[in-house]
């Protein structure tokens, strides 16, 4: 038995490079899925190639109204919803803050957050109509730091988070989970390809050289912890922030061969024989300053300074 088996999983933005990974996934694993997008000819294209069990939704995030009408079709065509990916997300070309547009900032905040509210809003009665489920949000590494040039997007990441725990303080009691993944860098053409009116993808200002897990992520990382998040095996999860990122966050690895000299280092003082001691020092005291061996033969004082028999003396 599949884990999603009769159940219906809506994912926005489900026909770019992580998205269609997570739509081919949750089919794979038996779940009807409905992918969300305004690329209709992708859409469509990707909804073929999986035959039953996928449709393609017309869906504007930053419209309410777009959402209401997503989420009556997936209703009606089957049945109901049970899980909510809110995967859509747009980048901003690079800029210091001085030097951003109003306009770039509002259209950022309006897919990255704005269509994150809206679609916890929109989706909950209807996960609520099914008796409950998940709803899980993707954020970004850059939703847990600075990044100079990115403000508008790194402002909509953040504010994420705050989202993701607030709904699931609300919703429960309603048995929806509410859960983050912040993936790092994941070579998707999002990552790899230029922004509208950029000329350098993000990408080029992240080697994996220095990563704990030397490499870019590949969206199949995201789409197994997403999984996850989704599915009963993770009932007892909510309000929880993942992080997928190979350690990108943690700073820079320690390289391979000082891993090895340190190994090494290790190695030798475990090996290294500790010193034997010679026979006059085998029951040496020290007394005052001087190195003595104590006499069987001789009593000895016990803490208020009474002297006791030696052994075996018969002294009572």
């Known amino acids: 038995m599949n884990r999603f088996d009769d159940l219906t999983v809506l994912v926005t933005g489900g026909t770019g490079g992580q998205g269609s990974s997570h739509v081919r996934a949750f089919h794979a694993e038996g779940a009807n899925v409905v992918i969300g997008g305004i690329d209709a000819e992708r859409g469509a294209a990707l909804a073929g190639e999986l035959g039953a069990r996928?449709?393609?939704?017309?869906?504007?995030?930053?419209?309410?109204g777009s959402w209401s009408a997503a989420v009556q079709a997936v209703e009606s065509t089957f049945g109901g919803l049970d899980v909510l990916v809110n995967n859509a997300g747009v980048q901003n070309p690079p800029a210091p803050i001085e030097g951003t547009e109003r306009a770039t900032w509002s259209r950022i905040l309006d897919v990255n957050l704005t269509g994150t509210f809206l679609g916890i809003k929109v989706a909950a009665p209807a996960l609520r109509r099914s008796a409950g489920g998940a709803i899980v949000n993707i954020g970004s590494t850059m939703g847990l730091g600075g990044t100079a040039h990115y403000a508008p997007y790194v402002a909509g990441k953040w504010a994420v988070r705050g989202l993701t725990r607030t709904a699931a303080l609300e919703l429960g009691r309603d048995h929806i989970r509410v859960n983050a993944i912040h993936p790092g860098v994941i070579a998707t053409p999002f990552i790899q390809e230029p922004a509208a009116g950029a000329t350098a993808a993000i990408?080029?200002?992240?080697?994996?050289?220095?990563f704990a897990v030397p490499r870019l992520g590949e969206p199949a990382d995201v789409t197994r912890l997403l999984l996850f998040l989704a599915s009963s095996d993770a009932s007892f999860i909510t309000g929880s922030e993942y992080v997928i990122d190979g350690g990108l966050l943690l700073g820079p690895a320690l390289q391979k061969e000082a891993a090895r000299e340190g190994r090494r280092a290790t190695r030798s003082r475990a090996t290294r024989k500790p010193r034997e001691k010679r026979p006059c020092e085998k029951d040496a005291v020290q007394e005052g300053g001087r190195v003595s061996t104590p006499d069987p033969t001789r009593g000895s004082h016990d803490q208020l300074g009474r002297r006791s028999a030696a052994p075996g003396s018969g002294a009572a």
């Open 54 to 64: 996928a449709q393609f939704v017309r869906l504007d995030v930053t419209d309410e």
């Open 203 to 210: 990408a080029d200002f992240y080697s994996p050289e220095p």
